[in-house]
């Protein structure tokens, strides 16, 4: 008999990946954790029945999330991960030499130690980097507690339903932009424009009660819902489209984002374009 594993995506419709083996099922403090092992995408990872993660294409939602602000802010030393225990977004910003400290805040441990046995090429940053510093606690409560001490915040979180809901609030962002520094660059992934439209209005529009400039970009992962997904930018000064990107990229090794990218990233389809005007309204 074939198994597969299915995501409820919408109402109405399901994605189903044909799955060899389970690895890793269990119910934590927070979420249902599940990780199966599938011939289209490798290991993948779900959290409440939602794909997080897996092993084929997690670069391309890594490398967008953490490359884009970090080659917006000229000088990025002190960056903060909210989410993201899967470790893949802190291996990204670790490839950045100018980066000195990392804190990666994660909810939930058991995210974070099930990646560590069976994502070792995800996590990979998470142990015996000396810049990384993984902390077990709500994001939302950290950002309360600080004031003026990253200069790049990227929120990795999961689906706004469960404990991720609160980080796509305007009070978070508010608290978000408190914790940057006075020329801070922060990020959040904001789910697919097709699906999710709801979800980027109430993040652009949260994000743009703080911050002077933002703007949404989009890139294209095969197992997110529609394939094509969003990321909302707020910046206090630097603007990720004049950002000297194609000076400062080297040979960063990356297999997404590209300078050229980063800059097409921000060019919108009209319809997309439309949900964020109406957002900033
Ligand atoms: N790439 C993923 C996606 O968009 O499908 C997100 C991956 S990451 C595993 C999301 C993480 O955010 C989860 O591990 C979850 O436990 C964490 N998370 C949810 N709410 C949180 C909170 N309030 N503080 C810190 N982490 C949180």
Not at 188 to 201: G, L
Not at 226 to 249: E, I, M, N, Q, Y
Not at 262 to 278: D, G, S, W, Y
Request: proline fraction near 6%; hydrophobic fraction near 35%; include cysteine.
């Amino acid at each position: 008999m074939e198994l597969y594993f299915t995501e409820q995506q919408t109402d109405n419709q399901r994605l189903s990946v044909r799955v060899t083996k389970t690895l890793h099922h269990e119910q934590t403090q927070f979420q249902e954790l599940t990780i199966v092992e599938t011939p289209q995408w490798g290991k993948l990872l779900a959290l409440d029945g939602f794909l997080q993660t897996n092993d084929v294409d997690e670069w391309v939602y890594h490398e967008m999330g953490a490359h884009v602000p970090l080659f917006t802010h000229p000088n990025p030393k002190r960056v903060l991960v909210i989410g993201g225990g899967d470790g893949g977004m802190v291996r990204e910003v670790a490839k950045h030499p100018g980066v000195e400290h990392i804190d990666l805040v994660e909810i939930d441990g058991r995210v974070i130690e099930t990646c560590k046995q069976y994502f070792p090429q995800i996590s990979v940053a998470l142990t015996g980097n000396p810049k990384v510093h993984v902390h077990v606690e709500d994001g939302i409560k950290w950002v309360m507690d600080r004031e003026a001490e990253y200069d790049v915040i990227i929120i990795d979180s999961s689906e706004p339903v469960g404990p991720g809901e609160g980080l796509f609030t305007a009070e978070f962002y508010a608290n978000v932009y408190k914790c940057l520094t006075g020329d801070g660059v922060m990020v959040a992934q904001t789910e697919s424009p097709w699906t999710n439209a709801h979800v980027i209005k109430r993040a652009f529009g949260g994000i743009s009660k703080s911050f002077p400039i933002t703007r949404l970009y989009t890139c294209a992962v095969p197992t997110y819902p529609t394939g094509l997904w969003s990321f909302t930018l707020g910046s206090k000064v630097h603007d990720p489209v004049d950002a000297d990107v194609h000076a400062r990229f080297g040979d960063l090794p990356t297999k997404y984002y590209t300078p050229n990218l980063h800059l097409a990233a921000f060019q919108l389809p009209r319809f997309v374009q439309q949900i964020t005007e109406e957002a900033a309204k």
